[in-house]
C-alpha cells in the first residue's frame, strides 16, 4: 500500500450532515486522488492534488470538497451528506515512475 | 465510447485454465496499469507497462502502444485468481489524470 491509509474505514451517517474522509501518506508523493467505485461506473475521479493547496475538480466533483494542508494528508468533505453519496470511497497516491497505490477504502453509508 | 475499454466484462473459468483479459485505450498514454481488486478488498497495482511485456509468476501482461491495446494473461488461473481487472491509463496529455476501465469480473472455479 506503500503507506497510505484512509480512515474511517465504515461509516454511518445520517443524510445533512458534514462528513470527512482523512487519506494519509507517507512516502511524500505529489499526485493524490479521491475515487468513489459504485456498481457499474468502476472508479470516478471526485478531486485531486497536485501539490501542497493545489487541488482541482474530476468528474464526480459537486458535493465534494478537499483540502491539502500538508503533502501527506488529503482530506475529502461532503457538507451535507446525501443518499447518493454512499459509496466505496479510494484514496490513490502517484509515486515515482508512474506508480499508484491506492489505501484500503473507506465504506460510507448515508442513511 | 469510454476511452478506456475492457473485455469481457465477466469470465467465469475452471481451475487449471488460461485466461484472457483485453484492454483496448483511445488515448496517448504515458503509462497502463492493470490493478487487482479482491471482493470487499482494496486496489493494488499487478503491473505498470509503458511498452511490452511483464511477467510475474502466473501472471503477464502485454501491451501494444501503436494499436493502443493491452491483454492481461493468467496462466494455470486458481481460484484465489478470483477477483476484478481493472485496466487503468495515464494520459500523455500532462493532465495526472488516470482513465479506468469499468474491470472484468473473473471467477476461477475449483
Known amino acids: 500500500d506503500a503507506g497510505i491509509t484512509q480512515s474511517p474505514r465504515h461509516k454511518v451517517t445520517e443524510t445533512g450532515t458534514p462528513v470527512t474522509l482523512r487519506c494519509h501518506q507517507t512516502e511524500n508523493h505529489r499526485y493524490m486522488y479521491w475515487y468513489r467505485q459504485d456498481p457499474g461506473h468502476g472508479l470516478r475521479l471526485i478531486h485531486y492534488?497536485?501539490?501542497?493547496?493545489?487541488?482541482d475538480k474530476g468528474e464526480v466533483s459537486d458535493g465534494y470538497s478537499v483540502s491539502r494542508s500538508k503533502t501527506e494528508d488529503f482530506l475529502l468533505t461532503l457538507e451535507s451528506a446525501t443518499s447518493s453519496q454512499t459509496s466505496v470511497y479510494f484514496c490513490?497516491?502517484?509515486?515515482?515512475?508512474?506508480?499508484?497505490?491506492f489505501g484500503e477504502g473507506s465504506w460510507l453509508t448515508v442513511v | 465510447k469510454n476511452e478506456v475499454e475492457q473485455s469481457p466484462q465477466n469470465l467465469t473459468a475452471q481451475e487449471g485454465e488460461f485466461i484472457t483479459i483485453n484492454c483496448s485505450y483511445s488515448v496517448g498514454i504515458s503509462a497502463l496499469h492493470w490493478l487487482q481488486q479482491h471482493p470487499g478488498g482494496g486496489i493494488v497495482s499487478l503491473f505498470m507497462l509503458s511498452s511490452g511485456k511483464k511477467k510475474h509468476g502466473r501472471l503477464i501482461a502485454t501491451i501494444n502502444i501503436q494499436e493502443k491495446h493491452s491483454s492481461l494473461h493468467i496462466t494455470a488461473s486458481h481460484p484465489r485468481d478470483s477477483a476484478v481487472y481493472i485496466c487503468?491509463?495515464?494520459?500523455?496529455?500532462?493532465?495526472?489524470?488516470?482513465?479506468f476501465g469499468t474491470g472484468t469480473r473473473l471467477k476461477v472455479l475449483a
Open positions: 487503468a491509463v495515464l494520459p500523455n496529455s500532462g493532465t495526472y489524470k488516470y482513465i
Open positions: 490513490a497516491a502517484q509515486g515515482a515512475g508512474n506508480t499508484i497505490y
Open positions: 492534488s497536485y501539490g501542497v493547496k493545489d487541488t
